[in-house]
């Protein structure tokens, strides 16, 4: 069947296979997916048990779900929430960030549409304020001030490099995120104790990461191995776990798996569906350390749905939080015309399956050209994970040659035969306003058939909890008691 600008323009309305809220799709497909997720979560889980204390779903209309327009565009203010959000955990500031909006619009006009000048606007807004941030880091005395000082420096830089695909220099991508994990790691040096940098050996080369311990750290402790998601850096896993767990008393341990930061954009090394592999080996390390009791795994955002494959795989974790749930990559994906197209190409001879991925590619380049500046950056952005010719294309600002190989490899991401697997005790999380996971959180507890029933939950967060939208950009407080209240029971 033949790619369709129409195909396109709904695929980038549902690319959105992020770590964080990356505005993937437009503000008219944003309010309709919307409006699904919460009636889906509604009418297909409201039989599960969900902790105490949790709302019920808010039937509150998808004109209000957004709880704050920083910006008239959906994709910069979707990914702007989360840093606004993480005021929380001190790694940015709430006057620091309304001054940069400011800032950017006053630049901008602030468009509902974006094109090449917003984006170098949004990239050039943050990257003024971070710099400034990490000179003054440098200028304290203070180790406190310039602790917080860098980890908001960090922050401001991670959404530099969520969106510099889309800038007049998308080939700044490296730099800018090797300036993001320098001042993650200059701040977190200075946490009391600091963290233990480690790396752990894997068939896809050897993988960093960090252990966090609590001050004190004589007893055998909760611990959790948390997993990012697609397009999230370190800084961020502060707010989805490591500050929360080490004011509980846990150890928490962070990992860059492959697709994911410097593994990704230095080692240009693509996500892997065998996540088992992965969390085998953070596993294995982090039992060997002092103090470890039992442990735990939060897979975020699209690090929720890798996740499933390592609580099914990977022996002797005592329960896992999919953060939120979800089972099959490709099926979110909006160009399903081609979808197709990959699916039942790869069932034909080699010949064929050459045959059929030149004239796919043929198609899709002769499309994207006449596509809005967003959309062409928004498959650049979502398809970069899968596929590294995506990710060298767009930093040479070139549409990418291989469509289908992008779409091959997204295509081994189904974990649905995962979580049926799974018997440890399981939480599945689900956002009202998720216009990236949609309905397959609620969907993905009937298939979580081996894990008995008291030892499965759906946590739904809501808009009238002030959780709403992917992942709970402005409430992740309120996301982190949820959710430990919940591992509580089961690791301590």
């Not at 960030?97 to 901008?108: D, E, G």
Request: glycine share 8%; proline share 5%; hydrophobic share 40%.
């Amino acid at each position: 069947m033949p790619i369709t600008r129409r195909s396109l323009l709904i695929g980038a309305g549902a690319t959105g296979l992020a770590g964080v809220v990356g505005g993937c799709a437009s503000a008219a497909d944003s309010a309709d997916a919307s409006a699904t997720a919460s009636g889906s979560l509604d009418s297909n889980a409201s039989a599960l048990p969900t902790p105490s204390g949790s709302a019920p779903v808010s039937t509150i209309g998808a004109d209000v779900l957004v709880p704050l327009q920083l910006f008239a565009n959906q994709a910069l203010n979707q990914e702007t929430l989360f840093a606004f959000g993480a005021a929380a955990v001190q790694t940015s500031e709430v006057g620091e960030m309304l001054r940069i909006v400011q800032t950017i619009n006053q630049a901008t006009g602030n468009p509902a549409e974006l094109n090449t000048g917003v984006f170098d606007a949004y990239y050039d807004g943050f990257g003024a304020f971070g710099d400034q941030l990490a000179a003054a880091a440098e200028a304290t005395s203070s180790p406190v001030s310039k602790r917080q000082r860098l980890q908001r420096a960090s922050m401001y830089a991670t959404l530099q490099t969520f969106f510099v695909l889309g800038t007049s220099a998308p080939d700044r991508e490296l730099d800018i995120a090797q300036v993001c994990q320098n001042r993650f790691d200059q701040a977190v040096a200075l946490y009391d104790p600091p963290p233990t940098k480690f790396s752990v050996t894997t068939s896809y080369g050897d993988l960093p990461g960090y252990f966090f311990r609590p001050a004190d750290n004589n007893d055998s402790r909760p611990t959790l191995i948390l997993s990012n998601g697609s397009d999230g850096q370190n800084i961020e896993m502060v707010a989805f776990g490591v500050f929360a767990g080490l004011q509980r008393g846990y150890n928490v341990a962070i990992f860059e798996g492959p697709g994911q930061m410097l593994t990704l954009f230095d080692r240009q090394i693509p996500f892997t569906p065998d996540w088992d592999e992965v969390v085998g080996a953070v596993f294995d390390w982090v039992k060997d350390q002092k103090g470890v009791g039992k442990v735990g795994l939060v897979g975020i955002s699209f690090g929720g749905m890798l996740c499933a494959r390592a609580a099914a795989k990977v022996p002797g974790l005592s329960a896992v939080v999919l953060e939120p749930a979800a089972y099959n990559a490709a099926a979110l994906w909006g160009d399903q015309e081609a979808v197709q197209s990959v699916r039942q190409a790869l069932a034909l001879p080699v010949d064929q399956q050459q045959a059929a991925r030149e004239k796919l590619n043929a198609e899709y380049l002769q499309i994207i050209p006449s596509l809005p500046k967003e959309t062409q950056f928004n498959i650049a952005k979502r398809g970069e994970i899968y596929n590294i010719q995506t990710m060298l294309d767009a930093r040479a600002g070139k549409p990418t040659s291989d469509y289908f190989g992008m779409l091959e490899a997204m295509l081994q991401f189904d974990f649905q035969a995962d979580y049926a697997q799974i018997t440890i005790p399981t939480m599945l999380t689900a956002n009202e306003g998720d216009i990236f996971f949609d309905q397959q959180s609620a969907q993905a507890v009937d298939f979580l058939t081996k894990v008995p029933a008291g030892d499965k939950v759906l946590q739904r967060f809501t808009a009238a909890q002030g959780t709403q939208l992917h992942d709970q950009p402005n409430g992740p407080t309120a996301g982190q008691e949820a959710i430990f209240d919940w591992l509580d029971t089961h690791l301590r």
